[in-house]
């Protein structure tokens, strides 16, 4: 098995950020240097990363988040507020993908490197869909627009995507690409700015009455639909 492969489903990462970590001599199979494309043969050959070794998870979990505002979607351990300051799970998990710490919206959590490596490639388009409220409204010619694409970060163009108004200056968003800051980006493409950000949906898992700062685990039901979500997906693609 490839050995960015294997820490994808053993470790806390994606195969993606799996290749980051080997790229930057951070990962050893058998106490020497890691190369990327390297095979390894779980159970057998001992990786270690930053001097610990990485174990296969015995028990994948699925976890939903009502992520706070300024609290950091990272585990790493610095002077800001992560998730591991707020959630008390005792399996070693991980979120899927960084948010904007100044926006509360859903997050999955989970020890499943295959899930994250399926909804964080943007081969796959996965759903995700946003309540936005702006500080003075965006008219329909500019909501038109944004629906089509607009360009952030100077250089890129977004992909469709689907807005409906709800109010005058509060609208749906559904997108499915993932860029950092994209909707806020966005907004300023047309020259507004975002008042409030929430993340309702990824895919078929929704925020529904979860409080903010609380967490639970997908039911059994949801983890099965997300997981033919993605099947039927990937087979289109």
Known sequence: MRLQKYMSQAWICSRRKAEEYIEKWLVKVNWEVAKIGQSVIP????IVMLDKIVKDQKKLVYYKFNKPRGIVTTCAQNDERNILDIVDI????FPIGRLDKDTTWLILLTNDG???NYLMHPKYKHEKEYIVETIWPIDDKALSRMSKWVKILDWYRT????INRIAAGKYSIVLTEWKNRQIRRMAEAVWKKVKKLKRIRIENIELWNLQTGDYRHLSKKEVDNLF?????KKELN
Do not use: H, M, P, Y
């Open 159 to 162: 992909k469709a995507c689907k």
């Open 228 to 232: 033919n979500r993605l099947w039927i």
């Open 43 to 46: 159970g057998k050959d001992k």
């Open 114 to 116: 295959r899930l994250a």
């Open 90 to 93: 005792k399996e070693r998990v």
